[in-house]
């Protein structure tokens, strides 16, 4: 990102990604770090996968530690050891899954239930851009 700025001041905080297998999250994180976008099909988080990218605002410095969890049945369950202590959360889906909704997810519902603070919860998907 922009190296320029920064006015003295570094701030850092903890994104994590949620989301069934194959919905786009790494996809998101790619476009987010590295600034593009391939439409190739990305191989299948194992566990979590993490990325960093800092942005430089005038009045900031501001590092993203961004967490990029499995979609995978079997790595839910790790869930709540990837977003302890995170400042945001964004719940990723297919546009497409018409019976796809916030507050029947279970991730958001694994969320909430365990977070002892109050955080950020977004739903989103990659399909949003295009249509």
């Known amino acids: 990102m922009d190296s320029r700025g920064g006015g003295g001041v570094t701030m850092k905080y903890k994104l ?13 994180v790619l476009r987010f770090v590295k ?9 299948a988080t ?6 960093s990218s800092t942005v430089c605002l005038p009045e900031a410095t501001v590092k993203f530690e961004i967490w990029d969890t499995a979609g995978s ?8 050891m990837y977003y302890r202590g995170a400042h945001a959360a964004l719940i990723v889906f297919d546009i497409t899954d018409e ?3 916030k507050s029947d997810s279970k991730f958001y519902k694994t969320d909430t239930n365990n977070s002892k603070k109050r ?3 977004e739903c989103t998907s990659p399909l949003c851009q295009a249509v």
């Open 73 to 80: 049945q079997r790595y839910q369950g790790l869930a709540p």
């Open 16 to 28: 994590v990604l949620f989301g069934d297998a194959a919905v786009g999250k790494t996809s998101l």
């Open 35 to 43: 600034g593009s976008f391939s439409n190739e099909p990305q191989e």
């Open 99 to 101: 019976v796809f909704s």
């Open 46 to 51: 194992i566990g979590v996968a993490f990325q």
């Open 119 to 121: 955080r950020s919860i």
